[in-house]
């Protein structure tokens, strides 16, 4: 289980994650909604496409543009569609259980 987590809060969990260029996609399905306002930002990848990005609120502190994804990829990048990055201190960790012998 992989989950995005900031300010002590979790913002996404999902079995798996796409990874491309480093960075786990979370699938839109996978997203806390709640935590997500739209921001005005946008970045262009020659590959991927355009990208738009989220501002990030938990109990009264902000994360702007702290994540992102790309509704309409490029060819290349269709596994990523609707699917969702983070960055700007956002911790990416997998929260499967770990076996001990």
């Not at 969990?13 to 699938?27: D, I, L, M, Q």
């Not at 709640?34 to 989220?54: Q, V």
């Not at 938990?58 to 990048?77: E, M």
């Amino acid at each position: 289980m992989m989950r995005a987590v900031w300010n002590g809060t979790v913002l996404a969990e999902a079995e798996r994650t796409v990874v491309v260029e480093g960075n786990h996609y979370f699938p839109p399905e996978s997203l806390h909604r709640a935590y997500f306002t739209e921001s005005r930002t946008r970045s262009l990848c020659f590959w991927k496409g355009l990208a738009r990005y989220y501002t990030v609120t938990v109990a009264g502190h902000t994360n702007r543009d702290a994540a992102w994804s790309y509704p309409h990829p490029g060819p290349l990048a269709r596994k990523i569609k609707n699917h969702v990055a983070f960055r700007n201190g956002v911790v990416v960790e997998d929260a499967a259980p770990q076996v001990i012998r």
